[in-house]
């Protein structure tokens, strides 16, 4: 079974840059999921996707981040304009259900200048 | 809100020791309590997990305790090895939610 499939694996742009990820999830996995890893701390929860539906976006700076999931497969994080304090390792992860466990990409790290 | 305490934040053990790792959650509702580990450049993978309904789960060198009235739970590696040097971070979810709450990790080092 492929895995989950992120792209960039790394990013460097200068604050204020708008930059985007991409995740393939794994194939029949509808609930998604985007997580942000800062240096030190555990993933904290960005955005869930239920199919292409949004089920939790509470954490999400929608000032500056959005998210989306075409057809209930490929999704991409955009962050738009960044700032210095977003210098984190974006996940992407996929489910069928929690209890199976996520299955996380390899992340996007991104660097801000 | 940190809903998920982790300590120690870094750990080392000499190799063929026991590596115990702790976590306290607060919310009474959290129904399922997975632990996962992540190696430098990799996503986290899911190691072990538990429910509240046992008090201890065990998968090989790993085991969960679980207490539910004191709201905490812990991983125990036993025999440790070298390539078990990786993060470790715990977690916890409610029916229905279908999102993890991570703890802050902890780095465990096995010196050999």
């Known amino acids: 079974e492929a895995g989950v499939a992120q792209s960039p694996r790394y990013k460097i742009i200068e604050k204020r840059q708008s930059v985007a990820f991409w995740c393939n999830p794994i194939s029949g996995h509808a609930t998604l999921y985007w997580y942000q890893q800062i240096l030190g701390q555990g993933p904290k929860l960005l955005i869930q996707?239920?199919?292409?539906?949004?089920?939790?976006d509470s954490q999400l700076p929608k000032d500056r981040f959005s998210a989306e999931r075409l057809k209930g497969v490929d999704s991409t994080l955009k962050i738009q304009p960044a700032k210095l304090e977003d210098s984190a390792v974006y996940l992407c992860a996929s489910s069928l259900t929690v209890v199976y466990g996520y299955t996380f990409g390899s992340g996007t790290r991104l660097t801000v200048v | 809100q940190q809903q998920v305490k982790q300590s120690p934040q870094s750990l080392i053990v000499q190799k063929g020791g026991i590596s115990i790792i702790n976590c306290a959650y607060e919310n009474t509702a959290f129904d399922y309590f997975p632990w996962y580990q992540q190696f430098p450049g990799k996503g986290p993978a899911l190691l072990i997990a538990i429910r509240p309904d046992v008090s201890e789960k065990k998968e090989g060198r790993f085991t969960i305790s679980f207490n539910k009235s004191a709201k905490q739970f812990s991983l125990h590696i036993m025999d440790s090895q070298p390539g078990d040097s990786a993060t470790y971070f715990c977690?916890?979810?409610?029916?229905?939610?279908?999102?993890?709450?991570f703890g802050q990790g902890t780095r465990l080092t096995i010196n050999p």
């Open positions: 996707f239920q199919n292409n539906g949004v089920v939790d």
């Open positions: 977690a916890a979810s409610r029916s229905g939610a279908q999102k993890l709450v």
